[in-house]
């Protein structure tokens, strides 16, 4: 499993600086990080797995947005045309991502997982605005500006807002 640790080294290396923060208590999931860091939701960043079934495949995808805006499995599974999408269950969360299912990062993805990334992070206000990842770990975050963090992840960025219903003419 990827940890903290393996991040830091990877960012190291990239050149990227970052912040290892220590919790002062552990996450259940990255919805509690803007709790524990007193940070606003929009900054905290969260990696959603769903397990999509297409005709004649179930591959699992991973949809990063912020926990301000967590994604909707309708407007996912719309996007990519689904015929059924759900959360992903635990085990596969793992053996998708290499990360505990409940702290998944959005980085150091493998390449054969399909992400789509919240097109919402990539038009920040401020670049060097920071944003909080997990790290894998329940007692770790991972702090840097978005700008690097979008330069870093990979995916395709789709518009995840849901679809306006438009009142009859």
Wanted: with cysteine; proline share 9%.
């Amino acid at each position: 499993m990827k940890d903290a640790l393996a991040i830091h080294r990877w960012l190291l290396s990239h050149q990227i600086h970052h912040e290892i923060v220590r919790l002062p208590r552990a996450l259940t999931c990255a919805d509690d990080l803007p709790a524990i860091l007193h940070a606003e939701p929009a900054a905290c960043i969260r990696v959603t797995v769903f397990e999509v079934t297409a005709r004649v495949s179930r591959d699992p995808v991973a949809v990063i947005t912020t926990v301000a805006s967590p994604p909707r499995p309708s407007v996912v599974g719309a996007f990519l045309g689904a015929r059924e999408i759900r959360l992903a269950p635990a085990f596969l969360v793992n053996s998708a991502t290499d990360y505990a299912a409940t702290c998944v990062s959005p980085l150091l993805l493998p390449e054969d997982l399909a992400v789509l990334v919240d097109e919402r992070l990539g038009d920040p206000a401020d670049p060097d605005e920071p944003v909080y990842t997990p790290t894998g770990e329940r007692r770790t975050a991972l702090r840097l500006r978005i700008i690097d963090l979008l330069s870093l992840m990979g995916g395709k960025y789709v518009d995840l807002r849901s679809p306006r219903h438009r009142p009859a003419a």
